[in-house]
């Protein structure tokens, strides 16, 4: 079983929609959670990341948390174009060996048409 | 948002020749980290690095090895590059405590031929 679950997508949304991005993972301990953002031929940029369960809004992004349910998500209002792009979720397991590395998922892609 | 630097950001080499990749941060970063990845794949950890004359090997069996000497540099070199290593390589960086958000560099596409 793959520590961090994506869907790849490819996921397709309108300008102006709201874009779902989702994720699971698999250690229960698992303490910080990482939206990042990969431009075709880029590297990953950071968007947000949250460590308590709940919502954390910046600006048109939403991340969820929901550690009982292991998954996170990320919300995107008012898609726009320029937002199409790979979103990658990263996730801080709990292990002590390994404090400090993330593990990715494969990245969902996103395009969102005009 | 931490000030990375990766060079070269391109290179095409031939086959056997002892390439050296490098990675730079200004951040005072404790932790540093190399990864592979292939066009619309995942990235794969290959080398990470706690601090000075601290390295690890990642998930990705890598002929590639890496030293620490300095807080702020962290290199890679393959000894004897081939085809199969052609891949975007990409540095990242993170400070010691709290989430450990990692930072990443612009990149390095290898082409070996």
């Known amino acids: 079983q793959k520590e961090v679950e994506q869907n790849s997508g490819p996921l397709s949304v309108p300008e102006g929609a709201i874009a779902s991005l989702n994720c699971t993972y698999s250690?229960?301990?698992?303490?910080?959670f990482f939206w990042y953002r990969q431009y075709s031929g880029k590297s990953p940029e950071l968007i947000m990341f949250?460590?308590?369960?709940g919502d954390k809004e910046d600006g048109r992004f939403t991340a969820q948390l929901n550690k009982a349910s292991q998954y996170v998500s990320l919300l995107i209002r008012d898609s726009q174009p320029s937002d199409s792009a790979t979103y990658l979720c990263a996730v801080n397991p709990s292990r002590g060996s390994t404090l400090g590395r993330l593990y990715f998922g494969r990245g969902t892609q996103l395009t969102v048409w005009p | 948002e931490a000030d990375i630097y990766q060079t070269p950001r391109y290179l095409v080499i031939g086959t056997g020749k002892k390439i050296t990749l490098e990675c730079s941060q200004t951040?005072?970063?404790?932790?540093m980290y190399w990864y592979q990845q292939d066009p619309g794949m995942e990235l794969h950890l290959i080398h990470y690095s706690y601090g000075v004359n601290s390295t690890e090997k990642g998930d990705l069996s890598s002929e590639s090895t890496v030293s620490r000497i300095r807080t702020e540099h962290f290199p890679l070199t393959l000894e004897s590059a081939r085809p199969s290593h052609t891949s975007q390589y990409l540095c990242?960086?993170?400070?010691?405590?709290?989430?450990?958000?990692?930072?990443f560099g612009p990149g390095t596409r290898l082409t070996v031929l």
């Open positions: 951040m005072g970063h404790d932790k």
């Open positions: 250690d229960r301990g698992s303490q910080s």
């Open positions: 949250i460590y308590s369960n």
């Open positions: 990242a960086s993170s400070i010691n405590r709290g989430t450990d958000t990692q930072y």
